[in-house]
């Protein structure tokens, strides 16, 4: 089963930039299609970006669209989230999760199996 451990949040000012990553071990990172989502504090979780197993799909929240991009290195078994532009809205707990169909892009959290603990990012006015 594929373990996710993320990293790379922190504080940042808005209209800075971020890169988060996600390392996945003990399974075949190539198999999985991945994803990110966040949870701010007293709000749902919300998806922000889902890619196929092999890169060629991706996905993403209106809320993030031409900001945010996902993209992945199965050579280093790894996920990253670049996030320009950063909001004070952006601040939450976020979180990458991998699909058992890798061929999915799907927006939906209860098609992922398996989560990572997730990174903190603030984001200052």
């Known amino acids: 089963q594929v373990q996710l451990v993320e990293s790379g949040g922190g504080l940042v000012q808005a209209g800075g930039s971020l890169r988060l990553s996600c390392a996945a071990s003990?399974?075949?990172?190539?198999?999985?299609?991945m994803g990110w989502f966040r949870q701010a504090p007293g709000k749902e979780r919300e998806f922000l970006a889902a890619i196929n197993l092999s890169g060629s799909y991706t996905n993403y929240a209106d809320s993030v669209k031409g900001r945010f991009t996902i993209f992945r290195s199965n050579t280093k078994n790894t996920v990253y989230l670049q996030m320009n532009g950063l909001k004070p809205e952006d601040t939450a707990v976020y979180c990458c999760?991998?699909?058992?169909?890798?061929?999915?892009?799907?927006?939906?959290?209860?098609?992922?199996?398996?989560w990572g603990q997730g990174t903190q990012l603030t984001v200052s006015s």
């Open positions: 003990g399974g075949t990172f190539s198999n999985y299609a």
């Open positions: 999760a991998a699909n058992d169909n890798g061929y999915s892009t799907s927006s939906r959290a209860s098609h992922y199996e398996h």
